[in-house]
């Protein structure tokens, strides 16, 4: 990590995860869109947290995204439990299924931005409740790029709140099934079209072990996906695949198409480790020199002849 990158901004869920996939299964352990995105962006950039944990957030966890070099001043502390999170997957490592999303200290939290992190040029408002990401959004001065995630949860409970989002920032990430959903329409590319017209200039589709896609008005990059052999738990390849796109962005400064698609293959890189794992179990113990050989195993899956 270069000592002069901007640093990036991220609100969003700081989680317990009770996961069970055909590999394995795991009980209230790390977790939290807010957590997997700001542990892949500290590959590139140090990171702003805003969020919300309960007093039963355990010293270690602190200790971990300190480590990682994530600023915790606009983590906050209250009185009650962390949010949680429980679901499974089949064999289709595309498809989470939810069974229990307690949202409780998220239920009254109100977001107030340190003043150092008011003036953040890159902001991701990773997967939480839209009026708490719009809440942040409200508190920063000047930002230089600004990203969203969300999920069927908000789609279906907050969707004013959400196209509010949208109409607010410059990039917005969904997987396959959400874009469908909030645009009712099976076609990708409608859908592409839709989310633009409500905002962003720029939407990324992610399509799980299918890879990803970027669309702008006038262009569009398909990323590969990695082929794994073994996919032992998918949560939070989306948010990793995020925060190592705005990390890689925040670090470069430089918010070019050209640069969008290495943003996008270094985030495709990280979420295809992260899923590796666990938890942030494989990220825990990742090296910059394992990123830069993925990275360099992605141009080669991608390459094909002139014709
Ligand atoms: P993904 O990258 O989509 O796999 O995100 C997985 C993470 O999303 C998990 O670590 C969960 O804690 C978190 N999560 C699940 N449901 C919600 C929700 N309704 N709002 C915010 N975060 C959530």
């Given at each position: 990590?270069?000592?002069?990158?901007?640093?990036?901004?991220?609100?969003?869920?700081?989680?317990?995860?009770?996961?069970?996939?055909?590999?394995g299964?795991?009980?209230?352990?790390?977790?939290?869109?807010?957590?997997?995105?700001?542990?892949?962006?500290?590959?590139?950039?140090?990171?702003?947290?805003?969020?919300?944990?309960?007093?039963?957030?355990?010293?270690?966890?602190?200790?971990?995204?300190?480590?990682?070099?994530?600023?915790?001043?606009?983590?906050?502390?209250?009185?009650?439990?962390?949010?949680?999170?429980?679901?499974?997957?089949?064999?289709?490592?595309?498809?989470?299924?939810?069974?229990?999303?307690?949202?409780?200290?998220?239920?009254?939290?109100r977001?107030?931005?340190?003043?150092?992190?008011?003036?953040?040029?890159?902001?991701?408002?990773?997967?939480?409740?839209?009026?708490?990401?719009?809440e942040v959004?409200?508190?920063?001065?000047?930002?230089?790029?600004?990203?969203?995630?969300?999920?069927?949860?908000w789609?279906?409970?907050?969707?004013?709140?959400?196209?509010?989002?949208?109409?607010?920032?410059?990039?917005?990430?969904?997987?396959?099934?959400?874009v469908?959903?909030?645009?009712?329409?099976?076609?990708?590319?409608?859908?592409?079209?839709?989310?633009?017209?409500?905002?962003?200039?720029?939407?990324?589709?992610?399509k799980?072990?299918?890879?990803a896609?970027?669309?702008?008005?006038?262009?569009?990059?398909?990323?590969?996906?990695?082929?794994?052999?073994?996919?032992?738990?998918?949560?939070?390849?989306?948010?990793?695949?995020?925060?190592g796109?705005?990390?890689?962005?925040?670090?470069?400064?430089?918010?070019?198409?050209?640069?969008?698609?290495?943003?996008?293959?270094?985030?495709?890189?990280?979420?295809?480790?992260?899923?590796?794992?666990?938890?942030?179990?494989?990220?825990?113990?990742?090296?910059m020199?394992?990123?830069?050989?993925?990275?360099?195993?992605?141009?080669?899956?991608?390459?094909?002849?002139?014709?």
């Amino acid at each position: 990590m270069s000592k002069h990158s901007s640093p990036v901004l991220i609100v969003g869920s700081v989680a317990f995860d009770s996961v069970k996939t055909p590999l394995g299964e795991v009980d209230n352990v790390l977790g939290g869109a807010a957590v997997y995105s700001a542990t892949a962006a500290t590959f590139f950039s140090p990171v702003q947290l805003v969020g919300v944990v309960g007093e039963d957030f355990p010293p270690e966890h602190f200790d971990f995204l300190r480590s990682r070099g994530v600023d915790l001043e606009g983590l906050q502390i209250q009185p009650g439990q962390t949010f949680r999170w429980k679901g499974y997957y089949d064999f289709d490592v595309n498809q989470a299924h939810s069974l229990e999303t307690h949202l409780n200290v998220f239920e009254r939290f109100r977001p107030t931005l340190p003043d150092a992190y008011r003036d953040a040029k890159y902001v991701f408002l990773a997967n939480i409740d839209p009026e708490l990401q719009l809440e942040v959004l409200a508190q920063v001065r000047d930002p230089h790029l600004t990203l969203c995630d969300t999920m069927n949860f908000w789609i279906e409970r907050k969707r004013d709140a959400l196209l509010e989002v949208l109409r607010r920032v410059d990039i917005a990430f969904m997987n396959d099934a959400e874009v469908r959903e909030l645009c009712g329409t099976f076609s990708l590319i409608k859908a592409a079209r839709q989310v633009m017209s409500y905002g962003p200039r720029t939407v990324i589709i992610k399509k799980g072990e299918h890879g990803a896609v970027m669309f702008t008005a006038d262009s569009h990059f398909s990323a590969p996906s990695y082929p794994l052999e073994a996919v032992k738990d998918p949560t939070g390849a989306g948010d990793t695949f995020e925060g190592g796109f705005i990390g890689y962005l925040a670090h470069t400064e430089q918010v070019t198409e050209a640069n969008m698609r290495k943003a996008v293959i270094y985030g495709s890189v990280l979420a295809s480790f992260t899923v590796e794992d666990f938890s942030l179990d494989r990220m825990r113990r990742l090296t910059m020199a394992e990123i830069q050989e993925r990275y360099r195993e992605f141009r080669r899956i991608a390459f094909f002849e002139a014709a």
